[in-house]
């Protein structure tokens, strides 16, 4: 009996051991991993982002020439190529 105890003693031991050793990124790192590729890619892209308030002023358009993308409050960045129309035949 004092062996079998032992025997899983030592095989917890061991699970917890190789547990401990994870080297995996946490959820924090990987959002920060992604906010600096998004960044590094809008910096190699030249795109142009501006705010929702200059947005709102351009009459909701973005400027195509100028790559601009608006980024709005919930991290989406957007760009509008065509406004539409009303009518949602035209579109």
């Known amino acids: ?46 795109i142009v982002v501006i705010s929702q308030s200059e947005f709102y002023a351009q009459d909701s358009m973005t400027d195509v020439s100028k790559n601009e993308y608006v980024q709005l409050a919930s991290g989406v960045y957007m760009q509008i190529v065509d406004k539409g129309s009303a009518n949602p035949a035209d579109s």
């Open 1 to 46: 009996m004092k062996k079998l105890t032992l025997f899983f003693l030592a095989l917890f031991t061991l699970g917890f051991a190789f547990q401990a050793c994870d080297n995996t990124k946490t959820y924090a790192e990987m959002l920060e991993d992604e906010k600096n590729a998004i960044k590094a890619f809008i910096k190699d892209s030249n």
